[in-house]
């Protein structure tokens, strides 16, 4: 069932003349998040670690948004629950459905796709492998796509939870299930962990057009300037007379390989091949 498109805005001025956007005819217009599963503002940390040093560049702004407090443990189980409403979050790129439960309880989970409104979905042990479901890895049959996947049981999804975004159930060894995730990499997660059945919604998300800079400062992120036009003391490729090559490789800001070096630290035994 598609229930998105894309929509290309009319070119009212020379801003808008690239510019679009996704339209879900399921999200609900009124967009009223329900007040006990909503915080207050996220602080602004803009890319900063704990001692406030930047460890992500080209962050920072954007417009002050509400946290919903999404449920990634599905911590609801064997109740079933029926999707009131789908609203739309400002900070992911899917929109988020609110789940009824049987006993007045109240949640908001990650949309898959092909739910809509009315739609019963449930957590369990022993619940039917039907989209939107959750279940253990354990109880998941082979080959089913899945989302929101832990990777310590107990711990709440953490793995694909991006617009679009599956990952594979590809075989069960003893007590590890083998899963190719988006990336492409193939790697062992315990059947004790949970998941939820089918592919996450609004996949068409990644080929909308931002269409001008202001936007992207609206979503937080700020410009990026090119290496080759810095000067020498603040980037590698920097200097020269006109446009010049560095000399070597692709370098990074810190003298780091930016092409085909691995960068990865939590380097896991539990990895059976790299992402590509």
Same mark, same amino acid.
């Given at each position: 069932?598609?229930?998105?498109?894309?929509?290309?805005?009319?070119? /009212?001025?020379?801003?808008?003349?690239?510019?679009? +956007?996704? +339209?879900?005819?399921?999200?609900?217009?009124?967009?009223?998040?329900?007040?006990?599963?909503?915080?207050?503002?996220?602080?602004?940390? !803009?890319?900063? =670690?704990? +001692?406030?040093?930047?460890?992500?560049?080209?962050?920072?702004?954007? !417009?002050?948004?509400?946290?919903?407090?999404?449920?990634?443990? /599905? $911590?609801?189980?064997?109740?079933?629950?029926?999707?009131?409403?789908?609203? +739309?979050?400002?900070?992911?790129?899917?929109?988020?459905?609110?789940?009824? #439960?049987?006993?007045?309880?109240?949640?908001?989970?990650?949309?898959?796709?092909?739910?809509?409104?009315?739609?019963?979905?449930?957590?369990?042990?022993?619940?039917?492998?039907?989209?939107?479901?959750?279940?253990?890895?354990? %109880?998941?049959?082979?080959? #089913?796509?899945?989302?929101? $996947?832990?990777?310590?049981?107990?711990?709440?999804?953490?793995?694909?939870?991006?617009?679009?975004? %599956?990952?594979?159930?590809?075989?069960?060894?003893?007590?590890?299930?083998?899963?190719?995730?988006?990336?492409?990499?193939?790697?062992?997660?315990?059947?004790?962990?949970?998941?939820?059945?089918?592919?996450?919604?609004?996949?068409?998300?990644?080929?909308?057009?931002?269409?001008?800079?202001?936007?992207?400062?609206?979503?937080?992120?700020?410009?990026?300037?090119?290496?080759? !036009?810095? =000067?020498?003391?603040?980037?590698?490729?920097?200097?020269?007379?006109?446009?010049?090559?560095?000399?070597?490789?692709? /370098?990074?800001?810190?003298?780091?390989?930016?092409?085909?070096?691995?960068?990865?630290?939590?380097?896991?035994? #539990?990895?059976?091949?790299?992402?590509?």
């Amino acid at each position: 069932m598609n229930t998105t498109k894309i929509v290309q805005r009319k070119p /009212r001025n020379a801003s808008l003349r690239f510019q679009s +956007y996704l +339209y879900n005819s399921l999200v609900s217009k009124k967009n009223d998040p329900e007040k006990s599963l909503l915080t207050g503002c996220i602080k602004k940390n !803009a890319g900063r =670690n704990a +001692y406030g040093r930047i460890t992500v560049r080209h962050r920072g702004g954007g !417009a002050d948004k509400k946290y919903r407090i999404i449920d990634f443990k /599905r $911590l609801e189980r064997s109740v079933s629950g029926v999707v009131t409403d789908i609203q +739309y979050d400002p900070n992911r790129n899917v929109p988020i459905a609110l789940v009824v #439960f049987s006993n007045g309880a109240k949640s908001y989970i990650l949309l898959p796709e092909n739910i809509i409104i009315g739609s019963v979905v449930v957590a369990g042990i022993n619940v039917e492998a039907l989209n939107g479901n959750a279940l253990p890895l354990r %109880s998941i049959p082979v080959g #089913f796509q899945v989302h929101n $996947l832990e990777l310590k049981p107990g711990f709440g999804g953490v793995l694909v939870r991006s617009a679009g975004a %599956s990952a594979q159930l590809v075989a069960k060894e003893n007590e590890h299930a083998i899963m190719k995730l988006p990336s492409g990499e193939i790697r062992l997660v315990h059947l004790d962990c949970w998941a939820t059945v089918g592919q996450v919604a609004n996949a068409a998300f990644k080929n909308i057009s931002i269409g001008k800079a202001g936007r992207n400062r609206h979503l937080g992120i700020r410009p990026s300037v090119r290496g080759m !036009a810095m =000067n020498p003391v603040d980037h590698p490729h920097g200097g020269g007379e006109g446009r010049s090559k560095s000399g070597s490789h692709p /370098r990074s800001p810190w003298g780091k390989c930016a092409k085909g070096t691995k960068t990865r630290r939590n380097s896991s035994r #539990f990895i059976l091949k790299r992402r590509k």
